[in-house]
């Protein structure tokens, strides 16, 4: 996800989504150490998908008080 993407969204959904992805990470990391087939590249895109998503909230939250 693209930060255009996620900014164009309101705060809620940025929440939303980003609890979505910290569970997938959550369970792609359960399932690589029980030792399944796991796309780690993926775990990878999702810390950084998330990381955006915090930056852009932070963001907003800083402009608010400004």
């Known amino acids: 996800m693209e930060a255009t993407e996620i900014r164009g969204t309101d705060d809620a ?14 369970n792609l990391r359960m399932r690589l150490a029980v030792g399944h087939s796991v796309n780690t590249a993926r775990i990878r895109h999702l810390r950084r998908d998330v990381a955006r998503m915090q ?7 800083r402009d608010q008080g400004a």
Do not use: P, Y
């Not at 959904?13 to 959550?26: L, N, P, T, V, Y």
């Open 13 to 26: 959904a940025i929440r939303q989504q980003m609890s979505d992805a910290k569970q997938e990470m959550f």
């Open 55 to 61: 930056t852009i909230l932070n963001e907003r939250r």
